[in-house]
Each structure stands twice: as C-alpha cells, then as structure tokens.
C-alpha cells in the first residue's frame, strides 16, 4: 500500500492561508484573494509562486480578465485536486462503506464489505482489507477518515457506538496501526457537515444547520465557520426533541420523540402494525406516493413531524440554510406539503421563509465526508 504524507503547506502561516484559500474557492482570482486576505498584489505574488512551483496550485486559463494593476490578462489559482488522495469510510452495524476522494472531496473510487462480526479487532481487519484494496486504484493515499453513529473522543476512541455494541474502543490508533495510514475518527453526522461545509451546499456560508434522517436522526450546526459540539456530540440528542405529545414511547420514555416519528425504523414500524405484513422503507414511500391509506398517514405525520423539528431548528438558530440528508431523506420530497404544515404550526408567519435544501440521500454521502476529515486533519492539522 502506497502511503503518502508529505507536508501540506510547510512554509509561513500566510502561505497556508493563500492555499486554503484555493483550496475552498478556486478556481479563484489573484484580486479576490488578495482581498479576502487583505494582502497586497506583490505579497500575494510572493506566497503564491513557491506553491504553484511545487505543483500544489496551478494557474488557469481565463478569457476576459485582467490583472489590476497590469492590465495583462488574469489567471485565476486552483489546486491540483489530484495531487492527494484521502479515503473515506462509514462503519455502521451491518458494514463498512468507503471511498477514495481526491484533495477536494471528489469520489474517484468506492467499495464495499459486508461485517462478517461486530467485535472491533474483525471490524478493523475488514476496514483495512478495504483501505488495501481502495489504495491500489490511485498513485499514494495521504489520510484516511472514519465517520460512525456514536460519541467519539479525541478523534480515535469510539467511547460508545449503540449500533455495533461497541465501548471504549480506540478504533483510530487500531485502523492506523494496521494499515499505516494517519486516520481521524469522529461522530458521522459531524463528518456530514464538515462534507457540506467546505466542498457543498454549505461552501461559503457561515451559518447553517444540518438535519439527517436514517436509522437515527442526526444535527449539526456551524456558526462563524466553527461546527459547534461539546462532549455529548454524539448521543444523538436531536432524536429526543419532542414531535407528537401522543406518539410512541422511546426506550427513554421520551413520547413521541423524533426518533419515534422520523426514523426508517419507526416509520416501517408504524406502517407494519396496522397493515400486519412486512415492508421495507422504499416500499412504503412508494406507497404513500400511490396514496395508499395506512403508509400516506405515517408519512404525513412523519412530514408534519420533520416539518416542526424544521421550525425549531430555523427558530433557535436563525440559518442561512438548512441541509436535509441521510440515507431517509427520500421522505422530503413525498411528504413535501406535509413538512410545509408542520413548519406552518411552529413558525411566525411574519419570519421570513425557511431556505433548506435536500442531497442525494447516497450512503456515499457519510463515506465523503469521512474523507473530508481526513483531508481537514491533514489541510489544517487541527483538533
């Protein structure tokens, strides 16, 4: 396996920021530069060319620009995408899911394995068959990133992961000295936001708020460019936000919480019960969309649930936008009227509209992520 870590940026701290700067907004103009961080045209210059000479950056054709203080025509910076490569994993009770991304979060590869065992020394032997067998489809890997539904600590040790049964398990130092590979481990739906933050809908917004729709229900917010968590990110502390004073008891005997009302599970669930038979999520969907009885109540009422926990989010913390993902998120678009009655009931109607938009809902999305930690811990070397 071809390993490679050399330093991102190992010159002066205002070099760093001219290619973070590239890095998150390239293809991008030398003057857009200069004043986003306030340096002079011959500073920028100065910072710029030793990373275009290590082959990092790279100058870009531009039809219709001109430098402004030459009048010659401008070539905006970008980076080298290609010139790293970062592996993304999203490790959940049944499997392991990865992907090779390039410098800017790009999946150029993916692959798959099935957990033949939860015990955590198998698990890790399976991460690493697939970090092997990802790490022969491109020249060198430089980082790799593991996101999982649970509390992580100190970017390795998984302190508790519900759907694997897992407690206190260093997972990153396991995985790194299997594979070699420097790794970073953190809570998935953190890895989610990170993904959205820097390379997605997110990309050049300081405040945004995220919502993901699964097996469990996943938050995350970002303020001034900062995620904001503490010691319980990861608990899952959204799922216990009240939807329905008459809905279901959760083990924690929260009623009608959001975990009983907008996860897959409650959701087949409440949709078995009254139909006495066995029905898989996609079926039920499509159901609702076929306006059978039983599966457009269920999904209604999952709407008007997500729709208010939409409101609260929008209430409390006033977004530029809220992003929608998850492997459930299919129930957006389906219960699409629903969620606006909901927003309707817990929103002042003189509030300005609620901007959210909606991704894939690709399992993919958690693995890019991932990645992303992966290239954020090597880009920025930060806790």
């Known amino acids: 396996m071809k390993i490679a870590a050399p330093p991102w940026i190992p010159q002066s701290v205002q070099t760093r920021a001219v290619a973070l700067e590239v890095l998150l907004h390239g293809p991008i103009s030398r003057i857009d530069i200069a004043r986003r961080l306030n340096l002079s045209p011959g500073s920028l210059t100065r910072l710029s060319t030793p990373l ?48 090779v991304t390039d410098l800017r979060a790009n999946v150029v590869a993916q692959s798959y394995r099935k957990l033949t065992s939860q015990v955590p020394d198998m698990v890790v ?153 066995n029905v898989n999520y996609e079926e039920i969907l499509q159901m609702a969309r076929s306006d059978e009885p039983v599966a457009r109540r269920v999904i209604d009422d999952a709407g008007r649930g997500l729709g208010k926990l939409i409101a609260a989010v929008a209430n409390l913390t006033s977004p530029e936008l809220i992003i929608l993902g998850g492997e459930g998120v299919g129930l957006v678009e389906v219960a699409a009227a629903s969620i606006q009655e909901g927003i309707k009931e817990q929103r002042d109607p003189k509030a300005k509209k609620i901007n959210f938009v909606t991704t894939s809902g690709d399992n993919m999305e958690w693995c890019r992520g991932a990645a992303v930690l992966a290239i954020q811990e090597y880009v920025l070397g930060r806790p």
């Open 52 to 99: 275009i000479e290590s082959g990092l950056l790279v100058e870009i054709n531009s039809e219709g620009r001109s430098d402004w203080k030459t009048g010659r025509p401008s070539k905006p910076l970008d980076v080298v995408a290609a010139s790293r490569h970062f592996i993304g994993m999203k490790v959940t009770g049944e499997d392991v899911t990865a992907v």
């Open 125 to 277: 032997v399976q991460i690493a068959e697939l970090a092997r067998e990802l790490a022969e489809r491109v020249d060198e890997i430089t980082a790799l990133g593991i996101g999982i539904g649970g509390l992580v600590n100190d970017k390795s040790e998984v302190l508790s992961a519900p759907f694997l049964g897992w407690q206190d398990v260093p997972l990153g130092s396991m995985v790194e000295g299997m594979t070699g590979i420097p790794t970073v481990v953190k809570n998935d739906v953190i890895a989610f936001t990170e993904a959205e933050h820097w390379f997605g809908a997110a990309s050049g917004l300081s405040r945004f708020a995220v919502i993901t729709l699964g097996i469990g229900v996943g938050f995350g917010l970002v303020i001034h460019n900062q995620i904001v968590m503490d010691a319980d990110y990861g608990l899952g502390l959204v799922g216990h936000w009240p939807i329905d004073p008459f809905g279901p008891l959760c083990p924690s005997g929260h009623k009608g919480c959001a975990r009983m009302v907008l996860t897959q599970g409650a959701i087949v669930q409440a949709v078995e019960n009254a139909i006495n038979r």
